[in-house]
């Protein structure tokens, strides 16, 4: 399985950007449609948006993140990246990318959010003044 590597996590101030990144130091990200979550103290697993291999972006919750998060691939440096801009108190969570292989897909594929088999292990993002 894809073992996947995420990075970029702080702690900022409201307002602040960030910009985490996935990669894996075994696979093409290329071959794989990646997502971004999120997991907030108290609360269950969000997803915000899937990049296909063509590049093609779904966003999963449109409420809370207001167009404010845009993720991004590079298969020359083989990461997906998620942009954080005006970040806010309430966007202080884990972070999470997961992936699932595509190439055998369409290269507008998206998998539904609950159908990603592998997994990072998360890096922290903690917005507070």
């Known amino acids: 399985q894809v073992q996947l590597v995420e990075s970029g996590g702080g702690s900022v101030q409201p307002g602040a950007s960030l910009r985490l990144s996935c990669s894996s130091p075994?696979?093409?990200?290329?071959?794989?449609?990646v997502a971004w979550f999120r997991e907030a103290p108290g609360k269950g697993r969000e997803a915000i948006s899937c990049?296909?291999?063509?590049?093609?972006?779904?966003?999963f919750h449109v409420d809370s993140i207001q167009g404010r998060f845009t993720v991004y691939r590079d298969n020359a440096k083989n990461t997906v990246s998620l942009h954080l801009n005006t970040l806010r108190p309430e966007d202080t969570a884990i972070y999470y990318c997961?992936?699932?292989?595509?190439?055998?897909?369409?290269?507008?594929?998206?998998?539904?959010?609950?159908?990603?088999?592998?997994w990072g292990q998360g890096t922290q993002v903690t917005v507070s003044s």
């Open positions: 997961a992936g699932k292989f595509a190439r055998d897909r369409r290269p507008t594929y998206c998998p539904r959010e609950s159908d990603y088999p592998a």
């Open positions: 075994e696979f093409s990200l290329a071959d794989y449609a």
């Open positions: 990049i296909s291999r063509a590049g093609n972006i779904s966003t």
